[in-house]
């Protein structure tokens, strides 16, 4: 029997029923709440009357698939992916791009009201994406092979399964994204490349990737593959390893635009796309990408373009003509308040990976540190700031937590820090040591509504220190037809 406060639900598992959607959650669930609880519903619209089957029942909510559309609502277009309703790579085709947008805001401010207690006037409408579609960098696809056949199937899993849903194309990434995943595919079919199965850990293909450069439509392509370090000197691995250096030098033949091909050494049993150890097969091991932005209001150096040098592995924007965009509210983040034209004496940039953010903000500082973990991300983050003769970038490898510490028992007092924490938000140890630093601004990029509410909760009460307001929130749509927004927060200290 299903409970709820107050007493028995009325909703049991295998019940269909029909409900009107209200409005889309956290996630892109539709709301229902035609019942005491609300029923949480994928792919439906604000306004959709739909058939649902109840499929749980928990004390406070329920979840429905969709059976059929009584009455469509009249925000929903038609998707342009013929996969939609099977594949779980996006949430939102459905619905028109200027409603998402609207949908994206008001994800931002639920979790505000909801998990923060926050106020929501300093919220601004979603910076819109260029293009919708075709925006995709990178892509990863796991792979399968059907029983008794040696053809190989890529795509994304379904919608909360580990089903995968074999594709042809993928209209959010570029053109030849999609024909280096068909070259890919068949070119490890006709080489008889075995795919992985997880259950069994057996099988060596594990993921087709491949990482695109929009300023030179260049891509590299690596072959994630069942295999340890060591494997590769063994007769399986040497006979392998012939095998996928034919497959490197045909699709560089058929692909003029794929310059480098590798494989990725990953055997650990687990959901990790790629180990740290990529072997560089043909080619080169990494390609250029260029961010420059448009305005005039900004520093030439940023018209003239950040270069970065990025590897299989690098982390990156997976949208390069939006990542300018946000890289544009964290350097207005940086600027607002100031009426002077002289640089910040000093900028941390926490969680500064390849040095993306870091960088983009060194023509208006006197010194970045950038503080990144993962020793890979650093050598390349190095590696950048000298491809762009950019000398006033120093980074820092350490945890975010232990790095701030630091900086506090050495007596390091930064104007501005930034934080791009992952979805997970800021930790305590780090949060802690933020607001002891106490910076005059804290530029916050969020791609998480939910932590993102909880940590300002924390910045604004001033409970544990320095106490911050909100001076604005900016969402930057990076992942059109998702249910992803990113958000740039600026935070200001209260002065005592």
Not at 62 to 71: D, K, N, S
Not at 162 to 173: A, D, G, R, S, Y
Request: glycine share 6%; hydrophobic share 40%.
């Amino acid at each position: 029997m299903n409970y709820v406060k107050g007493g028995i639900a009325p909703l049991r598992k295998g019940e269909i029923k029909e409900v009107n959607i209200e409005s889309l959650a956290l996630g892109g669930e539709g709301v229902s709440k035609d019942f005491p609880i609300p029923i949480f519903i994928n792919r439906v619209a604000p306004g959709d009357r739909v058939e649902v089957e109840i499929f749980d029942v928990r004390k406070s909510f329920a979840r429905a698939h969709v059976l059929r559309i009584i009455t469509p609502s009249p925000l929903r277009v038609e998707p342009p992916c013929p996969l939609f309703k099977v594949c779980g790579g996006c949430q939102l085709q459905h619905i028109s791009y200027e409603q998402q947008l609207i949908a994206k805001h008001n994800f931002v401010e639920q979790a505000f009201k909801h998990i923060g207690g926050l106020s929501t006037e300093k919220i601004l409408p979603a910076i819109a994406a260029s293009s919708d579609l075709h925006y995709r960098n990178k892509v990863q696809f796991p792979v399968k092979q059907p029983k008794n056949s040696d053809r190989i199937l890529a795509g994304y899993y379904k919608q909360d399964s580990h089903e995968l849903v074999n594709i042809k194309f993928c209209p959010v990434q570029p053109e030849l994204l999609d024909d280096v995943l068909d070259v890919a595919k068949e070119l490890c079919e006709f080489r008889r490349i075995p795919a992985y199965d997880e259950v069994s850990h057996t099988g060596v293909l594990r993921h087709i990737a491949a990482r695109h450069s929009l300023a030179h439509d260049q891509v590299l392509v690596t072959f994630v593959c069942n295999v340890k370090g060591d494997d590769l000197t063994t007769s399986f691995g040497k006979t392998l390893k012939e095998k996928m250096l034919l497959i490197a030098d045909e699709m560089m033949s058929e692909l003029p635009e794929v310059i480098g091909v590798g494989i990725n050494l990953n055997s650990a049993v687990g959901n990790r796309i790629m180990s740290e150890n990529t072997v560089t097969l043909r080619g080169v091991d990494r390609l250029e990408e260029v961010l420059a932005t448009k305005r005039e209001d900004l520093p030439e150096r940023l018209r003239e373009g950040i270069k970065y040098q990025l590897s299989a592995t690098s982390f990156f924007q997976v949208n390069t003509a939006q990542a300018v965009a946000l890289f544009e509210q964290v350097y207005d983040g940086v600027k607002s308040g100031s009426t002077s034209d002289e640089p910040v004496d000093l900028i941390i940039d926490a969680y500064a990976g390849v040095g993306a953010i870091a960088l983009w903000l060194a023509p208006i500082a006197k010194k970045v540190i950038a503080i990144e973990e993962h020793p890979a991300a650093v050598v390349d983050g190095i590696k950048n700031a000298e491809l762009n003769n950019i000398e006033n970038v120093e980074f820092k490898q350490a945890s975010v937590e232990d790095a701030l510490r630091d900086c506090l028992k050495e007596g390091i007092r930064p104007d501005v820090v930034v934080v791009d924490p992952p979805r997970k938000g800021l930790t305590d140890e780090a949060r802690a040591a933020l607001i002891e630093l106490a910076p005059a601004k804290i530029v916050y990029v969020s791609c998480n509504p939910a932590t993102l509410a909880r940590d300002l909760k924390i910045f604004e009460s001033g409970e544990s220190g320095a106490a911050y307001t909100v001076v604005r929130v900016q969402p930057v749509d990076l992942f059109p037809h998702t249910h992803h927004i990113e958000s740039v927060t600026v935070l200001q200290k209260v002065e005592d």
